[in-house]
């Protein structure tokens, strides 16, 4: 592989690149404001450090949600 081939394939990647990107940042930022709001320090500083594409933003997002049921009985 030359210089140029390499070159070639990191240009055609890069919308999947920027993609992935802004996939990552949206769900990072969207957990570390969750995270902040519920006083979760350690999981604030692992979504903050860590970059996984967007899963273990979406993990916490998951796992720290409320149920709809939930918010009934706190009327």
């Known amino acids: 592989m030359d210089c140029g081939s390499i070159q070639e394939m ?5 919308p999947v690149i920027i993609i992935l990107a802004i996939w990552e940042a949206v ?4 957990a570390m404001w969750k995270a902040a709001r519920n006083t979760h320090l ?5 979504i903050a450090l860590i970059n996984t594409v967007g899963i273990l933003p979406i993990i916490y997002i998951l796992m720290h949600r409320k149920n709809s049921a939930d918010k009934l009985f706190k009327l």
């Open 27 to 30: 769900w990072k930022l969207i």
């Open 10 to 14: 990191l240009v055609s990647f890069m």
């Open 42 to 46: 350690t999981w604030f500083i692992c």
